[in-house]
């Protein structure tokens, strides 16, 4: 179970970590220490409830339909491939996660612009329910919560590090030699999963 947990943390680590205006905007309101309660509260909540829809609607239903798993799985394994494929670039390419000193003072405001960055990017539907809904699917029913449940704890732990520590993390965030170390760790985390799917795909009773 604990193993399970622990996959479920990298692979919603590996799917989080990124430069991107969600992350961005936490960092800021953190440095800002503005509203970084709020700013934690909302991204978290909003992929715990993401992470939550997918497992307990997509989940059940791949869960009956074996041919439809075995198709999400392997399109989940190319996915996570091309995302390691895309980590390792940036390696060679690398970015900076840098966030400007003009946060945001209205609640308001920020819950909207966060609402915004979260649920109206089609990515964050991509990895909560095709690619984790698909992989919770695939395991014991037993097993499930704790897949679901340590890739929530992943995306807390995150958003928590990044409000709670944005005075430490800004300066680290902002070297591109940083996110070099970063990525290079997605990409290896991104390829072992999409190996692990490929090859559950291909042991897979349908195929035999």
Avoid at 26 to 53: N, Y
Avoid at 163 to 183: F, N, S
Wanted: hydrophobic content about 60%; charged content about 10%.
């Amino acid at each position: 179970m604990l193993t399970t947990l622990l996959h479920g943390f990298l692979t919603g680590l590996g799917l989080i970590v990124a430069i991107g205006p969600q992350n961005a905007l936490v960092l800021k309101q953190g440095l800002l220490r503005r509203h970084v309660g709020l700013a934690i509260g909302c991204c978290a909540g909003a992929d715990i409830l993401l992470i939550a829809s997918g497992a307990l609607s997509l989940g059940p239903w791949l869960s009956r339909h074996a041919s439809w798993l075995l198709g999400m799985n392997l399109v989940a394994a190319m996915v996570l491939f091309l995302y390691g494929l895309l980590a390792w670039r940036r390696v060679f390419f690398p970015a900076a996660l840098e966030a400007s000193r003009s946060g945001i003072s209205s609640r308001m405001a920020l819950v909207m612009q966060l609402a915004g960055v979260t649920l109206l990017n089609p990515h964050v539907y991509l990895d909560t329910w095709v690619l984790l809904g698909g992989m919770t699917a695939g395991l014991p029913l037993r097993l499930q919560p704790w897949f679901s449940g340590g890739a929530m704890l992943a995306s807390l732990v995150w958003f928590l590090a990044l409000g709670q520590g944005a005075r430490y993390l800004a300066p680290v965030l902002a070297r591109p030699a940083a996110w070099r170390v970063i990525d290079a760790m997605i990409a290896v985390i991104m390829w072992w999963l999409a190996w692990r799917l490929g090859y559950e795909v291909w042991d897979d009773p349908l195929l035999t």
